[in-house]
């Protein structure tokens, strides 16, 4: 069974800054990442990481302002989320699962989601 622990949410201002972490003892998929689900809209991904080249990948909402990262030895990952907005408000889950041919954003919402962590972003 897939365990996938997130941490780090929170609330902030706008333009303000919340990172969170991603643990996954004993995951070996090698894409990993982050999605969310903001009010009335359905899943989405948000940035993923693949663990053998450390290639990443960010939708273009938070291309520039989000970073994903990882820490190999302690199979962990993390979202750097800087310039927050209101519209990032939303719950944020670690995700991980088989590689798919058709791109990082389909490996995600095909993936394994975890538990979630609560942003909030107050204008």
């Known amino acids: 069974q897939v365990q996938l622990v997130e941490s780090g949410g929170g609330s902030v201002q706008a333009g303000g800054s919340l990172r969170l972490s991603c643990a996954a003892p004993g995951e070996r998929y090698n894409c990993m990442g982050w999605g969310r689900q903001v009010s009335g809209k359905e899943r989405e991904g948000v940035a993923a990481i693949y663990k053998d080249t450390g290639t990443t990948y960010y939708d273009g909402s938070v291309k520039g302002r989000f970073t994903i990262s990882q820490d190999k030895a302690k199979n962990m990952i993390f979202l750097q989320m800087t310039g927050l907005k209101p519209e990032d408000t939303g719950t944020y889950y670690c995700?991980?699962?088989?590689?798919?041919?058709?791109?990082?954003?389909?490996?995600?919402?095909?993936?394994?989601w975890g538990q979630g962590t609560q942003v909030n972003v107050a204008s």
């Open positions: 995700v991980t699962g088989p590689t798919s041919g058709e791109g990082w954003n389909i490996t995600l919402l095909r993936g394994t």
